[in-house]
């Protein structure tokens, strides 16, 4: 059984209707969908563990910056702590894969990694995520 998980039909794309009508509607209801489109990622244990539909990948479409996206719009809008988690949790992991490429001579996986890597900091160094008592 797979249960792809990307943007592209997957929890992430899915999720994303539900906070779109959310954010033009304030409808409660649409944020609980948000958040059990979510907890697909939880049955699955994505971030933390590939499979196969969670493609060894980080590129937007299908893997981690997708993800990534995902995690930083739920914690924008709920604030809750299980959110900011995953996005530490996939920050580290991105970081970890672009240092080692990034010595390796590979110029088409550096520039990849490189701007993934960039789009984890900038989620990391929003103001909401600023103001959270782990990082003062």
């Known amino acids: 059984h797979i249960c792809y998980v990307g943007y592209c039909g997957g929890p992430v794309g899915t999720a994303r209707y539900f906070y779109d009508a959310y954010i033009k509607t304030k409808d409660d209801s649409f ?52 959110y900011l988690q995953k996005i530490l949790a996939i920050f580290l992991s991105i970081g970890q894969k672009w240092l080692t490429i990034k010595h390796s001579g590979n110029k088409l996986l550096k520039e990849k990694y490189q701007k993934i890597f960039q789009s984890a900091w900038v989620t990391m160094t929003a103001q909401q995520v600023s103001q959270h008592p782990w990082y003062n």
């Not at 563990?49 to 997708?66: I, K, L, M, P, Q």
């Open 31 to 82: 944020l609980d969908a948000f958040e059990d489109a979510i907890d697909g990622l939880v049955l699955v244990d994505a971030p933390y563990h590939r499979s196969e539909g969670y493609w060894e990948v980080d590129n937007y479409c299908c893997g981690t910056a997708g993800i990534l996206q995902l995690f930083n719009a739920a914690y924008i809008i709920t604030g809750k702590d299980k």
